[in-house]
């Protein structure tokens, strides 16, 4: 980053803290016992400190301080989570846990799966902007238990302030940054969160723009990039007992994405990519001891890609829809259970894969059991089915047991599936004239990638402001999905 973009950077950066100082009652010290944070990705709303897992929880709040320019800047930061760029301020990101590969890692919105359905290298568009997060929860290891095929690795859940079943008192926050650097640099990201009795509103417009630096090709190419998103969301109290949640997003980037995929230096490739995002949200609380909550997701999204000026350009439109149900019971204080069902559909279009639609059903069910005194079982089983792969029983069981306030036992066991997605199947297959030598070409035939995964660990806490970790892991795997070099006449 030039000296340029740093002093703008941290300009804006101290403008827009100072702004949330005033606006956001942040305590000084946000550091949290493991008993006080409460993880919603469990699907029962645990504490951290028993759910049996490797757990990152980080508040909006503090979030809000990070300067950042794109979510996947923000996860950058975090502690064991890599992040492979391509390109420029969230361009394009792929996110890795645990050695797991891109596409083995799941992100989630509110609960509902963000992993894009035609390659796992569109799964960090998030449709959402910074000023939207009420907290970013980091799951390390297995979830497929609980939400189905990709969450190997680990999962990601971004709760958000209009969707989260959190109270939250009335007010408006109102925050954002712009700095402009060198290569025509621009960078917004602005946002707000409204509440007022039983109506929240929240927004946000993320825009990165550069004309960029060359890329070092004969012909003065540069990475410029062009990325916006745009984001609302509403709920409403409609009565004591039910409230009502929708949102809608749009994503639009365009940029250079010379060598992304390739080395070869005759790699001119451009890329354009559209994501509309709409998910709605039923919310019904039949008692203090059972809820049921019912969501919905629809996105339309488009991927046009040109390698070269003269080439045929890739141009693929994709939909999906995914709907689930669950419902929560507290039967007892050592005993929470949650059911569900979930099914979606996804379809391509496509002048290079065909076109395809595949549907994928699962029911799981999940509960929070205290036999005794600081022991906590999480155990969960999902049945699954995927026209793709076919049906799968997917068990997981965690443990954590904490024998005093400041010390944590935990372990965890766990099945994993990973679905092989448009591009791995059908890249090529309806490709004009002959696939040229270097060229990637799918296999429709692919099953899904099954694994078993161990831990366990120890979580100690001496002080509130500090947690100490140590976690062994193992990860077992067959049917691992990847592109080998063959032959014309093998293909």
Same mark, same amino acid.
């Given at each position: 980053?030039? =000296? ?27 550091? =949290? ?6 993880? %919603? ?141 060198? %290569? ?13 009795? *039983?109506?929240?509103?929240?927004? *946000? ?56 995929? /390739? ?13 509309? &995002? %709409? ?49 929560? &019971? /507290? ?27 595949? &549907? ?40 954590? %047991? ?13 099945? *994993? ?34 694994? &078993? ?9 001496? *002080?509130?402001?500090? /947690?100490?970790?140590? /976690? ?20």
């Amino acid at each position: 980053m030039s =000296r340029l973009l740093r002093a703008a950077a941290l300009l804006a950066a101290a403008g827009a803290f100072s702004a949330q100082a005033q606006q956001l009652a942040v305590p000084a010290d946000t550091a =949290r016992r493991l008993s006080e944070v409460t993880v %919603y990705a469990t699907r029962l709303g645990q504490a951290e400190g028993q759910t049996g897992r490797y757990v990152t929880v980080i508040p909006g709040a503090v979030l809000s301080r990070y300067p950042v320019n794109s979510i996947d800047d923000l996860l950058r930061l975090l502690p064991n989570l890599e992040i492979q760029s391509r390109g420029s301020f969230g361009a394009q990101a792929d996110i890795t846990l645990r050695g797991s590969t891109f596409n083995q890692v799941l992100l989630l919105l509110d609960g509902m799966r963000l992993n894009d359905p035609l390659t796992g290298h569109f799964a960090a568009y998030f449709p959402i902007t910074p000023a939207e997060i009420e907290q970013l929860e980091i799951v390390r290891g297995p979830g497929a238990a609980l939400y189905g095929p990709d969450a190997v690795g680990g999962f990601i859940n971004i709760v958000t302030k209009v969707f989260a079943a959190t109270h939250r008192p009335d007010g408006v926050q109102l925050g954002g940054t712009f700095l402009a650097g060198e %290569y025509g640099l621009k960078s917004t990201n602005a946002g707000f969160y409204g509440q007022d009795q *039983g109506l929240r509103l929240a927004g *946000g417009v993320l825009n990165n723009t550069a004309s960029g630096q060359l890329v070092g090709t004969p012909d003065g190419a540069r990475n410029d990039f062009k990325l916006n998103t745009y984001s609302l969301s509403g709920a409403y109290q409609v009565t004591p007992k039910l409230s009502a949640a929708a949102r809608a997003s749009f994503d639009r980037r365009d940029y250079g994405a010379r060598f992304f995929y /390739t080395t070869n230096p005759g790699d001119q490739a451009r890329e354009t990519t559209t994501r509309d &995002w %709409y998910q709605g949200q039923l919310r019904y609380e039949w008692s203090a001891a059972q809820r049921t909550e019912l969501q919905l997701v629809g996105t339309s999204s488009t991927d046009y890609y040109l390698y070269t000026p003269a080439s045929v350009a890739s141009d693929h439109l994709v939909h999906y829809l995914n709907v689930q149900a669950q419902h929560y &019971w /507290t039967l007892s204080p050592a005993l929470r259970l949650t059911l569900g069902g979930q099914a979606d559909r996804r379809a391509v279009l496509s002048n290079d894969r065909g076109d395809h639609t595949l &549907w994928h059903q699962g029911a799981f069910a999940v509960a929070a059991i205290t036999p005794l005194p600081g022991l906590s079982l999480t155990p969960a089983l999902r049945l699954d089915h995927d026209e793709s792969y076919g049906t799968e029983l997917v068990p997981q069981l965690n443990a954590s %047991y904490a024998p005093g306030a400041r010390l944590t036992v935990r372990g965890a066991v766990g099945r *994993g599936i990973r679905a092989p997605n448009f591009t791995e199947q059908y890249t090529s297959n309806v490709r004009p004239g002959t696939v040229p030598a270097g060229f990637n070409v799918g296999n429709p035939a692919l099953a899904a990638e099954r694994t &078993w995964s161990y831990e366990g660990g120890l979580d100690y806490q001496p *002080g509130p402001a500090l /947690t100490l970790r140590g /976690t062994y892991f193992n990860r077992n795997g067959r049917n691992l999905i990847d592109y080998v070099n063959a032959s014309g006449a093998q293909v």
